[in-house]
């Protein structure tokens, strides 16, 4: 069973950072495509950031963190990271890490492969 351990959510400031970190053992890091979804309560769960396991330069953002997230993979760690600068109020919703045999934009939502537990974010204005 795979298992996806999220961590480095909280509370923070308009403007802020937050880094969120999802752990995986080496066999999933190195063979699946990973990335970040959020949900705001009683919306969708959206795709915000993606990763390629193979090819590092092979990401995705969606429009609206576009300069101001960041995804990235250490292997090392088995860890993949979502650095996330100047932050906004309307960045506030649970992140969910997710695992998948596909890059994460070609997937349908329901059709992930793994999910983590979820991170709460919370960005006070």
């Known amino acids: 069973q795979v298992q996806l351990a999220e961590s480095g959510g909280g509370l923070v400031p308009a403007g802020g950072s937050l880094t969120l970190s999802c752990a995986t053992d080496?066999?999933?890091?190195?063979?699946?495509?990973m990335g970040w979804f959020r949900q705001v309560s009683g919306q969708d769960r959206d795709l915000v950031a993606a990763?390629?396991?193979?090819?590092?330069?092979?990401?995705y953002y969606a429009d609206d963190v576009k300069g101001r997230f960041t995804i990235a993979r250490n292997s090392n760690k088995n860890t993949v990271y979502l650095q996330m600068n100047s932050l906004k109020p309307e960045d506030t919703a649970v992140y969910y890490c997710?695992?998948?045999?596909?890059?994460?934009?070609?997937?349908?939502?329901?059709?992930?492969?793994?999910w983590g537990q979820g991170a709460q974010v919370t960005v006070s204005s």
């Open positions: 990763v390629s396991w193979n090819n590092d330069r092979l990401t």
């Open positions: 080496g066999r999933t890091f190195g063979s699946y495509h």
């Open positions: 997710a695992a998948d045999s596909q890059f994460l934009p070609r997937v349908r939502r329901y059709e992930i492969d793994y």
